[in-house]
């Protein structure tokens, strides 16, 4: 973990005791978002004006709020209040401070998570300008564990293109995600395939999805496999592999950024749907094979 906090004690340097009081000039007027709404939902890499963000604590000094935020804990799989972790508070002088603030889960006090702020206080107001240098664990929502599961080795490859497409970086997000797909196509065939089998068992299904699993191309195992894909795991009636390979075909350099970008949004969202489905399908089959086998042990007891 970080360290908690950095302090800069300007109230101690005998130099900066000499200096005359002036506060720096006011901030332009503009809409302040509140300081937990910033911690909770703006990126890295990104200045707002910020309103609640300083207080004067009882000994007159100024010192960071910390205000209780919400945030997806991965212990408690949901979304918790956080409080601010620190022993000691976060003293501004009214210039550039730069601040790690870290929050723990108030629910299991196992998840942690830390900011790394620049702060600069606007004048003698509560409000100021703060830009998120960076936080650990990474900003971001949360990435479904099904996906991980169907991305599997390659799984912090797709959270580089996730960061990616979050911070707008189009043509990094895409040349992420496309190297997920094409370096993990035989697995997302074999996912497909257990379903595949699931539905309609036969050898020559089996067959079918570990010849295409086994296929270079990509295109070739698309063809092999295109008629043998489950209902269940149509995506507006369409082939979910066939949709991704249509994805990945677009050429990286003749697109922009943005197209690029767009790219990798549906890129992700198809993953994302398709590892839904497959999940649901070889749990209802799961469920529905236990209600049997109880069933039929019930009547031969």
Request: net charge positive.
């Amino acid at each position: 973990m970080l360290a908690c906090y950095t302090r800069r004690k300007h109230m101690n340097d005998p130099a900066e005791k000499n200096k005359p009081a002036t506060d720096p000039p006011t901030m332009p007027a503009t809409t302040l978002l509140p300081f937990a709404r910033f911690l909770e939902s703006v990126g890295p890499d990104t200045t707002h004006y910020v309103g609640g963000l300083v207080e004067q604590n009882t000994n007159g000094h100024i010192v960071l709020q910390e205000p209780e935020i919400e945030l997806h804990c991965e212990t408690c799989d949901g979304i918790r209040w956080f409080r601010c972790s620190d022993a000691n508070r976060h003293y501004i002088s009214g210039k550039l401070d730069f601040e790690f603030v870290a929050y723990v889960c108030k629910n299991c006090s196992k998840t942690q998570k830390t900011f790394a702020l620049a702060v600069a206080k606007d004048g003698i107001k509560r409000s100021g300008r703060v830009q998120k240098v960076g936080e650990l664990p990474p900003f971001g929502p949360p990435t479904p564990a099904r996906v991980m599961k169907l991305v599997g080795e390659d799984r912090e490859l797709f959270l580089k293109g996730r960061r990616a497409e979050l911070r707008g970086l189009g043509i990094g997000a895409f040349a992420y995600y496309r190297r997920v797909v094409e370096e993990q196509k035989g697995r997302i065939i074999k996912e497909i395939g257990k379903v595949a089998v699931k539905v309609k068992p036969s050898r020559e299904t089996s067959e079918l999805f570990a010849k295409a699993e086994a296929e270079a191309q990509f295109s070739t195992a698309i063809d092999l496999i295109k008629s043998a894909i489950p209902e269940s795991l149509l995506i507006d009636g369409h082939n979910p592999v066939t949709l991704l390979h249509s994805a990945l075909s677009e050429g990286l350099h003749a697109q922009t950024d943005e197209e690029c970008l767009e790219l990798a949004n549906h890129i992700r969202v198809l993953l994302t749907e398709l590892a839904e489905r497959i999940s649901i399908a070889l749990k209802e089959e799961a469920t529905l094979k236990t209600a049997v086998t109880r069933l039929l042990n019930r009547k031969s007891g």
